[in-house]
T-cell receptor, first 111, second 114 residues
């Protein structure tokens, strides 16, 4: 039981490039989330999903897209990377919003 | 939407002392209040949580209290140890249905001095 797995752990992007952050969970959780954490700050919700085929925007969705084709996977897509997207990204999953399990994070730098 | 305020932003205590971190929330429909501990460079980890039908919950040296009327909840750590040093986040959500999204406070950096 691996829990929530995120790849890559680190990435440097140039302004304008695109990339996909991968997230997969093996706990059969219906709910999945993407958060970003800026230095010295709390976690801000980017997008969330309550089940396969269902996604919705969180607090800070601009510049990101998500998809949820299976229960296990919830990739986050960055289009046209900007320096403001430099952050640590955490994927999480839960059972109906209770008892979140976080992945180990992806540290992204846009230069 | 929900808004969670957390205080203080930094807290320094001597080993063995108690530490208290306070949070307030805005949405009276919120019914789930977890606390997370995040060590430097690591993922947030759940340390204790409370649901709105309970006023207090304890787990060894850690306790959480909830005042639904005042819409605030607090984390209490007794007999602090150096390994308690970390950033602590409170959060609130409406669990179940389509609104199980945790909204986090900005965090409290706790330093426990030996």
């Amino acid at each position: 039981n691996a829990g929530v797995t995120q790849t890559p752990k680190f990435r440097i992007l140039k302004i304008g490039q695109s990339m996909t952050l991968q997230c997969t969970q093996d706990m059969n959780h219906n709910y999945m989330y993407w958060y970003r954490q800026d230095p010295g700050m709390g976690l801000k919700l980017i997008y969330y999903s309550v089940g396969a085929g269902i996604t919705d925007k969180g607090e800070v969705p601009n510049g990101y897209n998500v998809s949820r084709s299976t229960t296990e996977d919830f990739p986050l897509r960055l289009e046209l990377a900007a320096p403001s997207q430099t952050s640590v990204y955490f994927c999480a999953s839960s059972t109906a919003g209770y008892g979140y399990t976080f992945g180990s994070g992806t540290r992204l730098t846009v230069v | 939407g929900e808004n969670v305020e957390q205080h203080p932003s930094t807290l320094s205590v001597q080993e063995g002392d108690s530490a208290v971190i306070k949070c307030t929330y805005s949405d009276s429909a919120s019914n789930y209040f977890p606390w997370y501990k995040q060590e430097l460079g690591k993922r947030p980890q759940l340390i204790i949580d409370i649901r709105s039908n309970v006023g207090e919950k304890k787990d060894q040296r850690i306790a959480v209290t909830l005042n639904k009327t005042a819409k605030h909840f607090s984390l209490h750590i007794t007999e602090t140890q150096p390994e308690d040093s970390a950033v602590y986040f409170c959060a609130a959500s409406i669990y179940g249905g389509s609104q199980g999204n945790l909204i986090f406070g900005k965090g409290t950096k706790l330093s426990v001095k030996p």
